[in-house]
């Protein structure tokens, strides 16, 4: 059996704080919230009034879309090629003829999402049909709306002919399709692998977390106050869309086409808790979330005091205290402390693409050896502050951080959990 080495050789982001990784970056370090008051979701008289919408409204992405077609596409879609384009494109590989009938086995996809299809569902197919006027969809619909509608796009645009699939998993579907990339190249069915997660913004999307009161409510007036991981006044989280997705690689093959590399995949690690012994649909079993965090580091061979940073993925939640409990447990620490930070606080809670946009985050901090803020914590909540050095939650951004190894994680509904472990390349 194969046991490659894995690295990261090119990324991209559409998220609501930055659209393209150099102002992504920016934005992270400088602590800049992308949450706005959005006054769609007043008007349908939701509890939540603001969230994350990527602006992807100029004259390339226009472009884009018109030459692949993707003009009328599923938002999930269109964030989801934007940022593949970009993650290809700064791994240094050049985009085949478009008719050109030699396709790339060794490179493939693995894009998820959670509600890919749903914003063109609403948006287009529902009022069509419900008026009878069916035969006006189009010929082209079905593609722009199918859950793997991202990765289809893709592979024709770039000729992706090794697997090429869609995952879902909850909130753990970004960080758990980079885990199955990492195991595909690490076992040495695949030279390159774009992965990632996708999901649209739509009212329809963000309803059933409204109605469930888990989104905040009480920031509507300051919005980009909204998202409070870890933070005692925080009241829930804020929904948001967008996209992540990067280029995974096998070390030998990056190396012989001399591509840039942002940082070593070492371990991944995906489970359930079965939703017992305190999961459910809606919370982790903390043993099995623990043991996913300790599979992953066993992979990379390490110790978990070894982590200096981890990239949480608190929400605003009553969650993120149990989440550090379990990151404290799983890790076996003590007196010395990993830094703790959460991107949500920044660019909210982006669903399907939550994962990858946030360990897009977490190789930027390993890359530029920084450590960027967690805006919104000042009045840090007293059952975390009992647990973890305060010192070590930044807010503000931090340079010359001494990183390593980050941990990312990924917790989601039914009971799932993905979990990364990444290393500064050497």
Known sequence: MNNNRVVITGIGAISPNGSGIAEF????????????????????????????????????????????????????????????????SNAGLGIPEYFSETPNNDAGAIIGSCFGGLEIFTRKIYPLVSSGHVK?????????????????ALSRILALANQTTANSSACATGTEAIAMAYDRIKDGKAKIMLAGGTDP?????????????????????????????????????????GAGVLVIEDLEHALERNAPIFAEIV???????????????????????????????????????????????????????SEVTIWKNALKLNNKF?????????????????????????????????????????????????????????QKNLHNAGLKYVAKAGFGFGDVNSCLILKKFE
């Open 136 to 152: 006006n969809i189009g010929s082209q619909t079905l593609e722009q709306w199918m859950m793997n509608g991202s990765v289809a």
């Open 25 to 88: 970056l920016n934005s992270m370090k400088l602590g800049r919230s992308g949450i706005k008051y959005i006054s769609e979701l007043k008007d349908y008289n939701f509890f939540c009034q603001v969230g994350g919408i990527p602006d992807i409204k100029n004259k390339t992405s226009t472009k884009t879309f018109e030459e692949y077609q993707l003009t009328e596409a599923d938002l999930s879609i269109k964030y989801a090629v934007l940022a593949g384009l970009e993650a290809w």
């Open 267 to 321: 371990g991944a690690a995906v489970n359930s808790g079965g939703q017992r012994n305190g999961g459910s649909m809606t919370a982790a079993n903390p043993k099995r979330s623990a043991e996913c965090i300790n599979d992953a580091i066993n992979q990379a061979g390490i110790n978990g005091n070894q982590i200096d940073l981890i990239c949480g993925h608190l929400t605003g939640t009553k969650a993120d205290s």
């Open 201 to 241: 913004y739509s009212p329809y999307v963000w309803a059933g977390f409204d109605s469930m009161r888990l989104l905040s409510r009480r920031f509507n007036d300051c919005p980009e106050k909204a998202s409070r991981p870890m933070s005692e006044s925080a009241n829930g989280f804020v929904p948001s869309a």
């Open 338 to 394: 990993p830094y703790l930070n959460a991107p949500k606080s920044m660019i909210g809670h982006m669903i399907g693409a939550a994962g990858a946009v946030e360990t897009i985050a977490a190789v930027l901090q390993l890359h530029e050896d920084c450590v960027h803020p967690s805006i919104n914590c000042e009045d840090l909540h007293p059952e975390i502050e009992k647990i973890w050095d305060k010192n070590k939650i930044p």
